[in-house]
């Protein structure tokens, strides 16, 4: 499934190599705010539900630096309020699985939810054809226990992703793999309900079979077929063990989980909200106490981000 687009991964690896900096600098058109017009160029479904959605950009690079990761926030003009009566624009944010080097594109992964009063952001860009816009804007980076960065930052990396939240992991994956200065080790997690839930499988098992020393990939399945030979269930600490780097406690270690509320409260413990701002939206989000199977594992806060 979308090999040509793997061929454009992978030329992008050699394009990379250059690199010498996570503040790598290159000729940007100029910053901008406000929502800019993303054309789709091409979708493939990856399951029942789920899209993989090339966009163009309204620019050259989706971010201001092309090391750090990114993340947009998709506008839904035709959305209702959560009670269905009032017309709203709606919002959601997604981080692409593209490298943020990638020229003039931005890949999403999106689910399209059932549709539900307050929602249907998923549905609307799934509904998309070929050539429509959408318009989004580019989030502020992201702080990781007070840095953007995540390259040579540490040596050992664990990415458990839930269905959509395997995107900014694989995101993450690229830009680590990608950097010719990069040591670190890196254990993905995959869980999904069934096997044909699997969002990006081949994706990941191109970028494992080209970086053997250094990305390994697991599956899990929480309802699993006969002769399913892979990880079963919703997660456990014997599985964690078996399958990601240990606790260290010096910094060198990071787990990192994204996916939806409940699953990052399994393995980790819920997302808090900073107070509402004056405007009234919501809080910004914060990490909040470490719990959940990760703080049962023995890892301390500081070598877990909930993403």
Not at 25 to 47: A, H, I, N, R, V
């Amino acid at each position: 499934m979308i090999s040509h687009w793997h061929h454009h991964a992978r030329g992008l690896s050699m394009v990379l190599r250059g690199f010498s900096s996570p503040a790598a600098t290159e000729l940007f058109c100029g910053s901008t705010t406000g929502p800019l017009p993303y054309t789709l160029l091409q979708k493939d479904q990856q399951s029942s539900d789920s899209w993989l959605c090339r966009f163009s950009l309204p620019r050259k690079y989706l971010g201001d630096d092309l090391a750090l990761p990114t993340c947009v926030k998709v506008l839904y003009p035709g959305g209702t309020d959560e009670l269905g009566k009032n017309k709203k624009v709606l919002e959601k944010s997604y981080s692409p699985a593209s490298h943020p080097a990638a020229e003039g594109v931005m890949d999403l992964v999106v689910k399209a939810y059932p549709y539900r009063p307050g929602g249907g952001v998923g549905a609307y860009i799934c509904n998309l054809k070929v050539g429509e816009k959408m318009y989004a804007k580019v989030k502020a980076k992201r702080l990781m226990h007070g840095d953007a960065r995540v390259s040579r930052r540490w040596k050992k990396i664990g990415l458990i992703g839930g269905g959509t939240g395997i995107a900014p992991l694989f995101q993450i994956a690229r830009i680590l793999l990608n950097d010719p200065l990069e040591r670190s080790c890196l254990h993905l997690l995959s869980i999904n309900r069934r096997e044909e839930d699997i969002l990006m499988r081949q994706e990941l098992e191109d970028l494992a079979s080209v970086n053997l020393d250094r990305f390994k990939v697991g599956y899990c399945l929480t309802t699993p077929p006969a002769g399913w030979d892979g990880l079963s269930g919703r997660g456990s600490v014997e599985m964690l063990r078996e399958v990601l780097p240990p606790p260290t406690g010096d910094g060198t270690t990071m787990i990192l989980v994204c996916g939806s509320d409940g699953f990052v409260e399994t393995w980790g413990g819920p997302v808090g909200r900073a107070p509402k701002p004056a405007n009234g939206k919501k809080g910004v989000k914060i990490q909040g106490l470490l719990q959940g199977l990760l703080a049962d594992a023995g890892y301390d806060a500081s070598e877990v981000f909930k993403y």
